[in-house]
């Protein structure tokens, strides 16, 4: 899966220039948390809702009203957003990209197409990835087990789910306790919690949690 078939499109931009009380504005009206910013069709920086938030006033301030809002009409985006913004581009893996958030942070990238940009990925793209993943809106038997790191053995438990009429829903491979294992996680229809059970369970695996969600 890459970056272009689960960024949101099309981008919703702002000049540098845009008072940031407009930028609050745009966010609360479109649902968002961060805007790109477009300079003569250039991305020059981006900006957050924590951004933007940051840079009003405190509710504790002494100012009247009309200072204060004379103020925040002098803030503009520019003078808030981040200058050095990390990208990807639509051909990006999908868990690379996702790599670069958690390891720098940040909560979304722009996705770009020479110098123009073209979408954006978020963590909410990410979140509906995983729901997809992980059959969170299906019906089903959810199991969870330690397996051996041994060739084979996956495909033995699998093999016996698809034989006993088995349809998977969902799959997932994580790290086990230790180097020798790996912890699975499967989403099965057509079995009853019990036969999932057996069939792990004569696999020589350690179930973990069963249940039907």
């Not at 968002?32 to 900006?47: F, S, Y």
């Not at 009309?66 to 999908?94: C, F, G, H, R």
């Not at 041994?150 to 180097?179: H, M, S, W, Y």
């Amino acid at each position: 899966m890459l970056v272009g078939e689960r960024m949101s499109k099309p981008v919703i931009s702002v000049p540098p220039d845009l008072p940031i009380n407009e930028a609050i504005n745009l966010m609360k009206r479109e649902h968002i948390r961060r805007l790109p910013v477009i300079q003569d069709g250039k991305l020059v920086g981006i900006v957050s809702d924590k951004d933007l938030l940051n840079a009003s006033p405190s509710p504790a301030t002494s100012l009247s009203v009309w200072e204060l809002n004379y103020l925040i009409s002098k803030i503009t985006v520019k003078d808030v957003m981040a200058k050095k913004v990390l990208t990807v581009t639509e051909d990006t893996p999908i868990e690379e990209a996702a790599r670069i958030m958690v390891d720098n942070k940040i909560g979304g990238l722009p996705v770009m197409r020479g110098d123009k940009v073209v979408g954006i990925i978020t963590e909410t793209n990410l979140f509906r990835i995983f729901l997809e993943l992980m059959g969170a809106r299906e019906k089903g038997v959810r199991a969870t087990f330690l397996i051996e790191e041994k060739p084979g053995q996956l495909a033995r438990i699998t093999k016996e789910v698809a034989d006993q009429g088995g349809n998977f829903i969902a799959f997932g491979q994580f790290a086990g306790e230790d180097p020798s294992t790996r912890t699975i996680t499967f989403k099965v229809a057509n079995l009853d919690q019990e036969q999932v059970q057996k069939i792990v369970e004569t696999q020589g695996c350690k179930l973990l949690d069963i249940r039907l969600t």
